[in-house]
Antibody, heavy 126, light 114 residues
Framework: QVQLQESGPGLVKPSETLSLTCTVS????????WSWIRQPAGKRLEWIGR???????NYNPSLESRVTMSMDTFKNHFSLRLRSVTAADTAVYYC????????????????????WGPGLLVTVSS | EIVLTQTPLSLPVTPGEPASISCRSS????????????LDWYLQKPGQSPHLLIY???YRASGVPDRFSGSGSDTDFTLKISRVEAEDVGIYYC??????????FGGGTKVEIK
C-alpha cells in the first residue's frame, strides 16, 4: 500500500520561502508524476504543480513564478518550495500521486490522484 | 482555464434515500484522441484528505461501494449515490484533467445527514 507523508514547518513568515517534503513509502517513486495540492480554509482545492523523476515539472500558471519542485529518487521523496509567501498562501498542503504515469511499456497514461498524504497546515504569519 | 461549477453547494440527505450532485464544465472534457472523458470525483470526509471515488467519468476506484456511480456528457456530469449511508457525509469535489498539466477542481458539495 502506497503511503505519502508531508513534512515541514507549520509556520512561515511573510516574504520567506515555504519548503515542504513528501515522503513516499510502499512503492516506487519512479514512473509516476507526483503533485502538490493546497486548500485554504473554506476554499476549493488548488493544484500547485507536479514533478516526474526525470526532473520534468509543470506548475499552475497562477503560481509558476514562485514555485519550484524537486525529487530525490534515492530517498523516495519530492519537495515543494514556494517563495515570497503571503497570508494568502496559508492552507493545508497535500501531496498526491498523479496525475499521469508511464506504464511498463513506456506509454504515458492520464491517471487521477489515487493516493494522498494526510495534509499539513501551513500558516503564513509574522 | 477550465472552470467546474458544482451544484448544490449543500445537500442534506436522508439515510437510505438517493442523492445526486452535478458538475458542469466550461469546456468539453472529452479527449478526441482516446475517447475518454477526464472527469473525476473525490470525497473529503471530515478531518481527512480527499480520496478518489470515480475516475474518467464512470469508473469506480478500488474499494468504492457500488452505490456510487458517475455519468454525464462532454460538459455535464453527475455523481449519484443510490442509497446514502451515514459514512457518506463530507465534501464531494469534481476535478478535470483533460488539459494536463493544468487541472482544476470544482467548488465542492457538502453532503450532510438531515
Amino acid at each position: 500500500q502506497v503511503q505519502l507523508q508531508e513534512s515541514g514547518p507549520g509556520l512561515v513568515k511573510p516574504s520567506e520561502t515555504l519548503s515542504l517534503t513528501c515522503t513516499v513509502s510502499g512503492g516506487p517513486i519512479t514512473n509516476y508524476y507526483w503533485s502538490w495540492i493546497r486548500q485554504p480554509a473554506g476554499k476549493r482545492l488548488e493544484w500547485i504543480g507536479r514533478i516526474y523523476n526525470s526532473g520534468t515539472a509543470n506548475y499552475n500558471p497562477s503560481l509558476e513564478s514562485r514555485v519550484t519542485m524537486s525529487m530525490d529518487t534515492f530517498k523516495n521523496h519530492f519537495s515543494l518550495r514556494l517563495r515570497s509567501v503571503t497570508a494568502a498562501d496559508t492552507a493545508v498542503y497535500y501531496c498526491a500521486r498523479g496525475p499521469s504515469y508511464y506504464d511498463s511499456r513506456g506509454y504515458y497514461l492520464n491517471s487521477p490522484f489515487d493516493y494522498w498524504g494526510p495534509g499539513l497546515l501551513v500558516t503564513v504569519s509574522s | 482555464e477550465i472552470v467546474l461549477t458544482q451544484t448544490p453547494l449543500s445537500l442534506p440527505v436522508t439515510p437510505g434515500e438517493p442523492a445526486s450532485i452535478s458538475c458542469r464544465s466550461s469546456q468539453s472534457l472529452l479527449d478526441s484522441d482516446d475517447g475518454n472523458i477526464y472527469l473525476d470525483w473525490y470525497l473529503q470526509k471530515p478531518g481527512q484528505s480527499p480520496h478518489l471515488l470515480i475516475y474518467s467519468l464512470s469508473y469506480r476506484a478500488s474499494g468504492v461501494p457500488d452505490r456510487f456511480s458517475g455519468s454525464g456528457s462532454d460538459t455535464d456530469f453527475t455523481l449519484k449515490i443510490s442509497r446514502v449511508e451515514a459514512e457518506d457525509v463530507g465534501i464531494y469535489y469534481c476535478m478535470q484533467r483533460i488539459e494536463l498539466p493544468s487541472l482544476t477542481f470544482g467548488g465542492g458539495t457538502k453532503v450532510e445527514i438531515k
